[in-house]
């Protein structure tokens, strides 16, 4: 079992998504998770791209305060892979920062896309957040997502030249416990094994979708089953 690592920053480049996950609060009205995958968006949200030339404008200007950092591209309230001109902030951070992580569903853009990431950067790591190997699992949370695309990208991604490094501290598959998916641990942590793909266990603690207490220790005891040496387990979120 391992702790999370957290990056020296966090920059969200994007409110935009193309998930309805029940939980995100981009759906959350007086704090309810969403019940339906079309639910209207929470009428605060100001969806929004940030401006690449006013990043890259702010990094350069305080270049100190971010070259050899660690630092991940995630949205809060959406998906830093949605954001038009991605490209263009992964390579400005590839070439600035120590590590680049990029947190994405994985449902959007293509194989090649990812393929030509990591074939290209060599300090990036996109962390895939997968809840299942089928729809009828992971599109139980990660609504709208084709399950099948994002596998088939963190894949090509894991194939890569750089994809492929196989180092556990970089986290290529997030896979999220749920009250629907414990399970499907042993058949996951194969997956990966098979795949050769870094992975982390995490139990969630939001109230949505939330594990019972008792089915924890058997989540528990079919990882302690089933690890290998790239995979963790993470007792919370």
């Known amino acids: 079992m391992s702790t999370v ?39 605060g949200l100001n969806q929004i791209h940030m401006d690449f030339d006013m990043f890259k404008f702010i990094i350069e200007r305080d270049i100190d305060l971010f070259i050899n950092k660690s630092v991940t591209y995630e949205g809060e309230l959406g998906d830093p892979m949605v954001h038009p001109h991605i490209k263009s902030f992964i390579d400005l951070g590839a070439g600035i920062f120590k590590s680049l992580r990029v947190v994405t569903n994985g449902g959007i853009r293509t194989s090649k896309f990812f393929r030509d990431l990591g074939d290209t950067y060599k300090n990036l790591e996109i962390m895939f957040s997968i809840d299942g190997l089928h729809d009828d699992l992971n599109g139980l949370y990660r609504r709208k997502v084709n399950t099948q695309k994002a596998i088939d990208n963190m894949i090509a991604f894991s194939d890569s030249r750089f994809g492929s490094r196989r180092d556990p501290s970089m986290v290529s598959w997030q896979y999220i416990i749920f009250e629907h998916n414990w399970f ?3 058949e996951v942590l194969d997956f990966a094994k098979l795949y050769n793909i870094p992975i982390v266990i995490k139990i969630n603690t939001r109230p949505k979708f939330r594990i019972k207490e008792r089915l924890i220790p058997s989540v528990i005891n079919q990882y302690e089953k089933n690890k290998f040496e790239l995979s963790n387990l993470v007792l919370g979120n």
């Open 5 to 43: 690592v957290y990056p020296n920053y966090d920059f969200t480049i994007s409110s935009y998504c193309n998930a309805a996950c029940p939980s995100c609060k981009r759906y959350e009205s007086n704090n309810n998770p969403i019940d339906s995958p079309n639910e209207p968006l929470h009428p």
């Open 184 to 186: 499907e641990v042993p």
